[in-house]
């Protein structure tokens, strides 16, 4: 061994600032693209098991310790429909009266939702993208394919569509459209009126897995001038093979796309969604959650995809669930009704098509304040903490006592 390193301590220390030591050699070291520990290991996060505060909006988050100064964190956020259904009006405008449709060069027209804890990426967890979409008459985007697993939740009433892998999708308020990862789609309308969807990804998380790519490159389109697809089997196809619940049919193959296990139920209709909810409300219900059901692949019965995990719940008039936290992300839709949620401290007033997130960790419940009932559809990443075992949820009472959930 070298022996400047063997050297002795000398028995009385020499006084020398070693910090500034130290600094100085990584001012020199900083070209060679690595670090001298100079300081302790700043925590990100309290234990799960301390209160970890967060009961404030992200400004304390952050103020509280919770958040190092050089992290990114997700925070509470609201987007209502009031502020951004005029933005989506302005560009269905500019998509019909300009010379050329801003899909020709943007690819989408489209709102991303941006979360301010974020540093100005375009997601809204760490792990989700979100997405307005708005298509007018004549609109089509050609068909691709791409590694990310996305939907689309219908909030018109009716008018356009979605081809994944031939099966034609015509879009209902409330439905959602599903296009695992490696199946190839198109989008479109038909119809006489703008429609508008909210698109969800698991976009960020696979960027950061280094494993996100799109092909453009629809092979049917090297032969013809066609960029979409052939209809191969006509709307409702989805529902027809697996829309009688607990019902497998044993005569077709179940996969799409590339992926593993993929939900091979592509479009799920909203009135089924709605009609399934109020059939159990008269039910218990979860205390947190109300009347909720989870979307689920009819074959393996496990979440849809393997990152996201699709629910729906019924809020029957004046409920108010109890507060609960979970090691997930949340993104929630207002499909009916009015009421509030609070986030981590902050109190979202929301009405029909408002979006909110409820970051990963914090409490949250929600309150139904209307005559009648209110249903929220929700997109997590539980599915994808619960596969690599971090899933944990724990409720709170109404004398502050802790409960594991799961724990
Ligand atoms: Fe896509």
Redesign the pocket.
């Given at each position: 061994m070298d022996a400047v390193l063997t050297k002795p301590r000398p028995a009385v220390r020499p006084r020398v600032n070693a910090r500034e030591l130290m600094e100085k050699l990584n001012a020199d070291a900083a070209k060679l693209n690595f670090w001298l520990r100079t300081e302790m290991n700043a925590p990100s996060q309290r234990a799960w098991f301390t209160d970890t505060g967060g009961q404030t909006g992200g400004g304390e988050l952050l103020k509280g310790g919770r958040v190092s100064a050089n992290q990114l964190k997700a925070v509470p956020c609201h987007w209502r429909w009031k502020d951004y259904g005029p933005y989506l009006e302005r560009i269905s405008r500019i998509a019909a009266e300009a010379d050329i449709s801003p899909i020709k060069f943007a690819d989408r027209q489209s709102i991303l939702l941006v979360n301010p804890g974020l540093g100005g990426r375009l997601q809204i967890t760490s792990t989700m993208r979100t997405a307005i979409s708005v298509y007018v008459p004549r609109d089509k985007a050609p068909a691709?394919?791409?590694s990310?697993n996305?939907s689309r939740t219908i909030l018109t009433d009716k008018g356009g569509y979605t081809n994944v892998e031939g099966e034609r999708c015509e879009c209902r308020r409330g439905d959602i459209i599903w296009?695992p990862n490696g199946t190839w789609?198109d989008h479109g309308n038909d119809d006489d009126e703008p429609v508008m969807w909210i698109d969800m990804?698991d976009w960020p998380l696979l960027e950061y897995l280094d494993s996100a790519w799109?092909d453009l490159d629809y092979p049917a389109a090297a032969h013809t001038e066609e960029t979409v697809q052939r209809t191969v089997h006509t709307d409702g196809y989805s529902t027809r093979l697996y829309g009688a619940g607990g019902l497998k049919p044993t005569f077709v193959s179940h996969q799409r796309g590339w992926g593993n296990d993929p939900t091979p139920m592509i479009h799920f209709r909203g009135v089924d969604v709605r009609e399934a909810l109020e059939r159990l409300k008269n039910e218990a219900g979860d205390p947190y959650e109300g009347i909720a059901m989870q979307f689920v692949n009819p074959v393996t019965g496990r979440s849809i995809y393997p990152t996201m995990d699709y629910r729906a719940q019924l809020l029957r008039a004046g409920e108010a669930t109890q507060y609960k936290r979970e090691t997930a992300n949340t993104c929630v839709i207002v499909m009916e009704g009015e009421g509030f949620s609070e986030v981590g401290g902050e109190r979202f007033d929301w009405n029909r098509n408002d979006v909110m997130v409820m970051p990963n960790f914090l409490w949250r419940r929600h309150v139904n304040t209307g005559k009648s009932p209110a249903v929220l559809y929700t997109v997590s990443d539980a599915a994808l903490m619960r596969s690599i075992g971090q899933y944990r949820a724990q409720g709170k009472l109404a004398d502050g006592t802790v409960t594991q959930i799961v724990a």
């Open positions: 691709h394919i791409h990310a996305a296009t789609h990804l799109v």
